[in-house]
């Protein structure tokens, strides 16, 4: 049995890892696949890989690309989720900020450094014509972190999937202005270099199994209830999420990947452009 980790965020996107984790479908292929979940998000994941806390993340797209452009030894070996993230820009319901206009200028709650919630800060301020440069942000960790600071003024908009914070909108903590989708797919998974070269094959039959989960994961029965149990939303949310979610069975091509690097160049998320191969691995 060989132990290998792997971390994502606690959303519903990952269902399908904990499915296939309970019902002992990596186990019966000698795997010990342990699963963490990562509230802070794609900054906290990307030091989990450099540091060695994981083997495996299940990882937004810009996030995991900027950082192996900065040195992090992982590649990506597989597009997880291949539709956009939808995330909802959120203000403080008490607060007088109605439109996306009210909020140039305005400081902006980010999990952490180089978090999706920063990079699509910039993002929405390309979309809006904003000067990206003037951006200003506070580091809240997690959504709790958020909640908090925009309701003591020490933020004043956050950025986070739009379907996991609508709780907090149905109960009148967060009023949401606005969406902003990712121009790109928005999770994949991604591997230490050190764990794809020493167990190749391994990796190879963890994406065989995940891909045989989402390739049918809409078709579970009552798929939906379970979902919106589980992540505390309402039915019918979870199955517009659903109608709106596409899993993938395969990587990046290289079109898509320096379509994504350019598009990543251009938001000024990243300062430099690498190789196809230094962040894509075909397995």
Not at 39 to 53: D, Y
Not at 253 to 275: M, P, R, V, W, Y
Request: glycine share 6%; proline share 3%; charged share 20%.
């Amino acid at each position: 049995m060989t132990t290998i980790k792997i971390a994502g965020v606690p959303e519903h996107f990952n269902l399908p890892w904990h499915l296939a984790i309970e019902n002992g479908d990596f186990n019966a292929n000698e795997i010990n696949l342990q699963w963490t979940d990562i509230p802070e998000g794609t900054g906290k994941l990307c030091q989990m890989l450099r540091n060695g806390e994981t083997d495996i993340a299940v990882i937004l797209t810009a996030g995991i690309l900027k950082d192996i452009a900065a040195g992090n030894a992982s590649k990506i070996v597989q597009i997880y989720v291949e539709s956009s993230l939808i995330w909802g820009i959120h203000v403080a319901a008490i607060s007088n900020y109605y439109e996306l206009s009210d909020l140039e200028n305005k400081k902006v709650a980010i999990s952490r450094l180089g978090s999706g919630s920063q990079l699509m800060a910039f993002v929405n301020a390309n979309n809006q014509g904003w000067k990206s440069d003037s951006l200003a942000f506070e580091i809240v960790n997690t959504i709790d972190g958020a909640v908090a600071a925009l309701t003591n003024g020490t933020a004043d908009y956050f950025m986070w999937e739009r379907f996991m914070t609508k709780p907090l909108v149905d109960s009148g903590v967060f009023r949401k202005i606005g969406d902003c989708p990712t121009p790109w797919p928005c999770f994949v998974i991604a591997v230490r270099d050190e764990i794809l070269n020493k167990h190749p094959k391994i990796v190879s039959k963890i994406l065989e199994i995940i891909n045989s989960k989402t390739a049918t994961f809409k078709k579970i029965p009552s798929i939906d209830a379970v979902l919106a149990a589980k992540y505390y939303q309402k039915i019918e949310d979870i199955q517009e999420w659903l109608q709106l979610t596409t899993w993938s069975q395969s990587n990046l091509s290289e079109a898509q990947f320096e379509t994504i690097q350019n598009q990543l160049f251009d938001l000024g998320i990243t300062d430099k452009k690498i190789e196809f191969r230094k962040a894509i691995s075909e397995i």
